[in-house]
């Protein structure tokens, strides 16, 4: 066999295909000392190690096999894939909503090339048809790429870039806009796309995907089918984050730009609202709205689009025995805004003190947000947040801290005046700050305790 249909093997990996004539996307039979596994040999990335051979098995999940468990294998038939997506021309169907889809490099509808680990996007509306023809019975769409970057590599020129380019289509007249986009900074950008974009009079959607397409339990499509139906359907013309309400695939959710927050590394369910609840649950068809106030539908064009930023911004999570010289580097290093993410009620040391008095001296805008996620910022209730106070930190109320980062920039931006920063920092624009937190705001089941797990028996599926 030549080496050119073992992509990405090599060394004893390598050996071990060659020694039983299994190639790279053959049917195989692999008995190990831990069982019999069938499926799929799949290519590898070039720099990945030479002790697994990776198989997607035959429930469609990939698996990495340990050559030092394997003790036979056996070729049992032989197809390559085909990484090409399928196009069809996108039809357009009189009285649907138009939909224009921005991508900036998620995984949205993409396939997953395993030699060499990147993404193959789905992006026109003909791979998008091809890949999740259900679009088709939702609205007429339009695509559009403006950057293909890891959602780790978007920052404020693409934060600007994308809200003026979401002002040229409310402008042409769209009726919807969702833009595609890794989820690790959805919801960074989804707060500076709020500040950015107001009084939108249609819905702007940012939607991703936590499982890429080629896996069985990808939630891909469902959740740019729930974002193009509620972008082109639903009265509710805010910024929203779309992704999978419960882990099953019953419905999505539509959480606020500005109260979202991923909160788990693998589970489709990751984005929660935080301090309030969801604006609204959608399915492929239908909208029923939670939160009974919201920003509704308009027909005109009328939207201020505000694209400024200060990447002279930082957020400092605070640790007990913090040294000052660490606060000290961010002011020599020109930081003119600092969010703290303090303890309990916003708090750090009183070794840090001389160093906020430095800062503020200079002119460093100061505010604290809470390491606890959910709650109010209450700085008057202990010796030490008075102190901070008086030193020059503001409280930020319940505001997120990766939102306050987000909005100081946005402010810092504009202007430099502390007056001027303060207004804009402590006057919500979309219920960044809120008055109260709701009972039903803060849910934090702990499993194991009775009530909880009978509880769970009822809703998990």
Not at 31 to 38: D, K, L, V
Not at 209 to 218: E, I, K, L, T, V
Not at 273 to 286: E, F, L, N, Q, W
Not at 323 to 335: C, R, T
Request: net charge neutral; aromatic share 10%.
């Amino acid at each position: 066999m030549s080496d050119d249909i073992f992509q990405g093997y090599k060394g004893a990996s390598l050996e071990m295909l060659k020694k039983y004539h299994v190639r790279v996307w053959g049917q195989a039979q692999v008995e190990t000392t831990r069982g019999m596994f069938q499926g799929t040999v799949l290519p590898r990335a070039e720099n990945d190690d030479d002790q697994h051979i990776v198989m997607k098995i035959i429930t469609g999940y990939n698996v990495g096999v340990d050559i030092n468990t394997i003790t036979n294998m056996k070729e049992t038939g032989y197809k390559k894939a085909n990484y090409k997506i399928p196009e069809k021309e996108f039809p357009y169907t009189e009285g649907l909503p138009k939909v224009k889809l921005f991508g900036t490099g998620g995984t949205i509808a993409s396939r997953l090339d395993y030699r060499t680990g990147a993404v193959i996007p789905a992006f026109s509306p003909g791979e998008l048809y091809g890949a999740v023809p259900e679009l088709a019975d939702i609205c007429n769409l339009e695509t559009e790429k403006i950057f293909a970057v890891f959602s780790e590599n978007m920052g404020p020129n693409q934060y600007m870039a994308l809200a003026k380019a979401i002002g040229r289509e409310i402008e042409r007249g769209v009726d919807g806009i969702v833009i595609g986009h890794g989820t690790d900074t959805l919801h960074h950008t989804g707060a500076a796309l709020t500040f950015m974009v107001q009084n939108s009079p249609v819905p702007i959607i940012l939607v991703g995907s936590q499982r890429s397409s080629d896996r069985p339990s990808s939630d891909a499509a469902l959740n740019l089918m729930h974002a193009m139906y509620a972008a082109g359907h639903s009265d509710i013309a805010e910024v929203m984050v779309c992704m999978f309400g419960p882990t099953s695939d019953e419905y999505g959710l539509l959480h606020k730009g500005t109260r979202v927050r991923k909160m788990h590394s693998s589970y489709r369910s990751t984005f929660r609202t935080i301090g309030d609840v969801p604006m609204a649950m959608v399915t492929r068809s239908s909208i029923t709205p939670i939160k009974k106030e919201f920003n509704h539908r308009r027909r005109d064009k009328n939207v201020k689009i505000l694209p400024y930023f200060s990447d002279k911004v930082t957020m400092l999570y605070y640790y007990p025995a913090m040294k000052p010289d660490i606060l000290d580097a961010m002011v020599d290093a020109g930081y003119k805004g600092i969010v703290f993410i303090g303890t309990g009620l916003g708090h750090v040391n009183k070794e840090l003190y001389p160093a906020i008095e430095r800062a503020h001296k200079k002119g460093v805008h100061m505010y604290m947000t809470l390491q606890t996620i959910w709650g109010y910022v209450h700085m008057f209730v202990y010796d030490t947040g008075r102190d901070m106070m008086a030193k020059g930190i503001i409280p930020a109320g319940n505001m997120l801290p990766e939102v306050a980062f987000i909005k100081l920039g946005w402010a810092l931006g504009q202007t430099d005046d502390p007056e001027e920063v303060k207004k804009l920092m402590l006057t919500p624009i979309n219920d960044e700050i809120t008055s109260r937190e709701p009972y039903n705001g803060y849910l934090v089941y702990q499993g194991g305790v009775p009530e909880v797990e009978e509880f769970i028996k009822k809703v998990r599926k």
